[in-house]
């Protein structure tokens, strides 16, 4: 897999992961940095900035400017069309999710199924000694 694509994939994620933190609070672009790192995510302001702005284009997030500490600072808001996106991409989320994870399971059964049986079948004969 190229590295463009899975770059694309991240930023999906990190979009999601940016809708559902707006809906539980407004965020700002320094502490969104901070949570998405949490989750292994390195981004810079030069990356997570065009991200919060094409969210709030599409009108999935709106701006709130508040001073604090005498500077303004840039909080994001997830409005009706965000969270019903955000309800969208659960639904879809949750379905992959679930396939993906159910396969995985199902082959690993699939493994541990089969070495048993070849554990079973090659168990040495005992030659009629209690053991």
């Known amino acids: 897999m190229t590295q463009d694509m899975l ?20 965020v700002y672009g ?4 901070a949570e998405l790192r949490r989750h292994g995510y390195e981004l810079s302001p030069g990356t997570l900035y065009p991200v919060l702005h094409q969210l709030e ?10 001073v604090v500490n005498g500077k303004v600072r840039k909080y994001y808001a997830l409005t009706k069309r965000g969270a019903a996106a955000l309800g ?7 379905e992959l ?7 995985n399971l199902a082959r690993r ?14 168990r040495p004969a005992t030659h009629g000694r209690d053991e």
């Open 88 to 94: 969208e991409v659960r639904e879809k989320t949750a």
């Open 57 to 66: 284009e599409a009108g999935y997030l709106t701006r709130l400017d508040r």
């Open 97 to 103: 999710v679930g396939e993906v994870l159910e396969e």
């Open 30 to 33: 320094v502490a969104l940095i």
């Open 109 to 122: 059964r699939s493994k541990v199924r089969k070495a048993s049986a070849r554990a079973t079948r090659i």
């Open 7 to 26: 770059r694309n994939f991240f930023l999906g994620f990190i979009k999601i992961h940016i809708l559902h933190h707006a809906g539980e609070a407004p």
